[in-house]
């Protein structure tokens, strides 16, 4: 294939990227100069580093942060057993479908599920805890959140795990290294790439939630999504709410940089 062949390619690609990424980038730079009056003003940069705004942003980092480390824990596992079963891509299959589904009809399923007359209250008082407010907490909050993203760090992971070559594993364990050290200095090394691409997959659109805290945490969490959807239906603010989006888009792109090693994403 000649240069002027693989060009011809490349334009589809070009075009997308530059309608759908760079030019709503570019809007949403462009609305953040402007204050609610529609003055041109750099005030919604000013508003971002009170205390209102950095608190939210570190509850923002905070939780996706949490919610991050549980699906790693979780999902490291059971990445690993799934490459050890029989009919791994059904069981894989299993895992993916519910991501299928509208986030909107998982949310509510979950109200249905966690509420005060759901099936999970139920069986805590037929058991004899008796029923306990789980809705609109911080812990419903990371369960759903975990739930919804799981399936994104799973699969890099198991894919990472399906590449590495078993002898090395067989190797360390022939001079001698125990399960976990052979997993800490052997098989988690090597799998890193993968463990990369799901935080990246977890943490990025976890910064930027807003239906789940909506209606699983019942405004109990307040993040920077949240605040961006507030400014831009509720308070017709979109000046701020395009501030305090660049600002995400910011930390988005910082969080890819750190979690490559501050490498050239390719």
Request: glycine content about 8%; overall charge positive.
């Amino acid at each position: 294939m000649d240069n002027r062949t693989r060009n011809m390619y490349l334009i589809p690609y070009g075009l997308w990227i530059i309608l759908f990424v760079v030019v709503p980038i570019v809007l949403v730079g462009y609305y953040s100069l402007f204050d609610i009056d529609g003055q041109l003003s750099i005030v919604n940069y000013k508003r971002f580093f009170s205390p209102v705004y950095l608190g939210m942003t570190l509850r923002s980092f905070w939780y996706a942060f949490l919610i991050t480390v549980v699906s790693l824990g979780i999902a490291y596992p059971c990445a690993y057993w799934l490459t050890k079963t029989k009919h791994k891509q059904l069981w894989l299959l299993l895992i993916v479908m519910p991501s299928w589904m509208n986030l909107l009809l998982k949310a509510y399923a979950f109200i249905g599920l966690l509420g005060t007359y759901g099936p999970v209250n139920s069986f805590l008082n037929v058991v004899g805890v008796g029923a306990r407010q789980i809705l609109f907490t911080d812990f419903s909050f990371i369960f759903v959140a975990v739930y919804i993203f799981i399936p994104f760090m799973i699969l890099p992971i198991f894919g990472a795990l399906e590449e590495l070559n078993p002898s090395l594993v067989d190797a360390a364990y022939d001079l001698g290294a125990s399960p976990w050290t052979t997993f800490r200095r052997v098989i988690f090394p090597l799998t890193i790439s993968g463990v990369q691409a799901g935080c990246q997959a977890v943490f990025i659109p976890a910064l930027s939630l807003f239906m789940i805290t909506r209606l699983i945490a019942g405004n109990r969490v307040i993040t920077l999504g949240t605040a961006i959807e507030q400014h831009f239906l509720v308070t017709q603010d979109w000046g701020m709410g395009s501030a305090l989006a660049v600002f995400l888009i910011i930390a988005m792109g910082l969080t890819m940089w750190i979690t490559t090693g501050g490498k050239r994403v390719s």
